[in-house]
């Protein structure tokens, strides 16, 4: 099993920063992706970014390209999602998620997922 833990989320006027930060403990070494995820209120939870095991690969939603970089520390198994320029849409719940079948932008890829931290940008 693998427990994930995010923090970070508070509230920004538009045009700030934030960094979340997830934290893996467990079987981290079954992991070979992880990402964020985000639910808007009233809308369905959506793919924002993703990092392979060893950093070397990104990939991110058109929404936030430019703005969010999602990167890890593995000497403390955790994953950040830096978040600059953000805008009020970039509101919801933020997840960190953690699979073995490597890339995916769907939620059924990832067998492992944090508690959910609230961002909300104000504008």
């Known amino acids: 099993q693998v427990q994930l833990v995010e923090s970070g989320g508070g509230l920004v006027q538009a045009g700030g920063s934030l960094r979340l930060s997830c934290a893996a403990s467990g079987r981290t070494s079954s992991i070979s992706a992880m990402a964020w995820f985000r639910r808007a209120p009233g809308k369905e939870r959506e793919f924002v970014a993703f990092?392979?095991?060893?950093?070397?690969?990104?990939i991110y939603t058109d929404s936030v390209k430019g703005r969010f970089t999602i990167s890890k520390d593995s000497a403390k198994n955790t994953v950040y999602l830096q978040m600059n320029s953000l805008k009020p849409e970039d509101t919801a719940v933020y997840y960190c998620?953690?699979?073995?079948?490597?890339?995916?932008?769907?939620?059924?890829?990832?067998?492992?997922w944090g508690q959910g931290t609230q961002v909300t940008v104000s504008s």
């Open positions: 998620a953690a699979g073995g079948r490597g890339y995916s932008r769907s939620e059924i890829a990832y067998d492992y």
């Open positions: 990092i392979n095991r060893s950093g070397s690969s990104t």
